[in-house]
């Protein structure tokens, strides 16, 4: 008998399901807000990632009196869109982020902003992407770079108004933001009634040689995304009166520059006035002495991924104790926010909050070492 209940209530406690214990969700800690930045530190793009995380690293060293702290990590994505969408949900679902900060180039149409639209957790943009209010995640998406198309109007009105246009060298990789670059280009100069040059690819054999080519009989140049493939074509170009002007891409950054040597006084690129030391509202001159005794001088890039941890405190500690992602999704959009790069904007309709009248074209002065205004801010059509 005692055989015969022993195997009843085994066969009982096979037949329960086993109790599932729920998932604990990590703690929160009063006053501490955790943010995950997702930047390419090594593989294509690790340049730029580097010079946004060392400008995040300088505010987190700077003292605050905020009433809410950020706690920062910082994730490598290495230039991988599927480690890009792993580490958005690792961050939210497994370390419990608050907010993100992606430093990489995104569009409307990327997958990525679907996970941000699943993970709902307010999700800064540091490099240019067009308005994503009423994209997949555009609720929780907000972009601090003015939009490729913004930045495509203020090159193109500077080479109508120096009389650079045609002939025009137009090169590009195919990269996702030289291919999204080079499309609002193009579309500018059709919107302007101007035959836009068909596109040199550079990644093809004999791309780098033709561009060298079409360099040489060229008013202008203009090379979308990254600028650090394109030296070696930069280089090839006499420095000399009538050497065509080269335009580069919102993307670049300061040692892409110097790294040309003398072909640094060839190129023109947009960034922010602010960058240049252009009075800017709530812009923070110890941003750059400091930024500019440990790194050189700062890119615009750099300083907008300085100014996305300062906003995100700003909208914390403005209810400290309200600080769920609805509510401070709700504060950012209500936001106006000076920082070094510019006055930033938002409401619930506009997810781009960088103001136009900050963009400018910049050049490069070899004896100083720092970037000028090329062309006063060049307003929207």
Not at 54 to 64: G, Y
Not at 72 to 86: E, H, R
Not at 167 to 176: E, G, I, V
Not at 306 to 311: H, K, M, P, S, V
Request: aromatic share 6%.
């Amino acid at each position: 008998m005692r055989v015969l209940a022993l195997l009843a209530a085994i066969l009982v406690s096979c037949a329960t399901p086993p109790v599932v214990l729920p998932t604990p969700s990590p703690t929160r800690e009063p006053g501490v807000l955790k943010v995950a930045v997702m930047l390419n530190l090594s593989g294509q793009g690790g340049l730029s990632g580097q010079a946004q995380r060392s400008a995040m690293q300088l505010w987190i060293d700077e003292p605050s009196s905020a009433p809410v702290k950020l706690r920062v990590t910082f994730v490598d994505v290495a230039g991988s869109d599927t480690k890009l969408l792993l580490e958005v949900r690792r961050a939210v679902v497994g370390d419990g982020a608050d907010a993100l900060v992606i430093g990489v180039p995104l569009s409307v149409a990327d997958p990525t902003l679907n996970a941000i639209a699943v993970a709902a957790v307010p999700t800064l943009l540091t490099l240019p992407i067009a308005e994503p209010a009423a994209a997949p995640g555009g609720t929780f998406t907000f972009a601090l770079a003015p939009s490729p198309d913004e930045i495509a109007h203020a090159m193109a009105s500077d080479l109508v108004a120096r009389g650079l246009v045609q002939p025009m060298l137009l090169a590009s990789d195919d990269s996702r933001a030289a291919v999204g670059e080079r499309a609002a280009f193009v579309t500018e100069l059709r919107r302007r009634a101007i035959v836009a040059p068909g596109a040199v690819d550079l990644e093809t054999p004999d791309g780098p040689q033709r561009a060298r080519t079409a360099a040489a009989f060229a008013k202008s140049v203009v090379l979308t995304g990254a600028s650090a493939p394109y030296g070696d074509v930069i280089r090839s170009i006499p420095v000399a009166i009538d050497a065509p002007r080269v335009y580069l891409s919102y993307l670049t950054e300061t040692a892409d520059v110097t790294n040309l040597r003398d072909q640094s006084a060839l190129v023109t690129w947009p960034g922010s006035r602010g960058v240049v030391g252009a009075p800017v509202s709530g812009a923070s001159t110890s941003f750059f002495q400091r930024f500019a005794d440990r790194y050189g001088a700062p890119s615009t890039i750099a300083a907008t991924a300085y100014d996305a941890l300062g906003l995100i405190q700003r909208a914390a500690s403005a209810a400290p104790s309200e600080t769920d992602a609805a509510r401070l999704r709700q504060r950012l959009e209500a936001t106006t926010f000076g920082g070094v790069v510019t006055r930033y904007s938002f409401t619930p309709m506009r997810h781009l909050g960088f103001g136009i009248e900050d963009l400018a074209l910049l050049r490069w002065n070899a004896q100083t070492g720092r970037a000028f205004v090329a062309a006063r801010p060049v307003e929207p059509a």
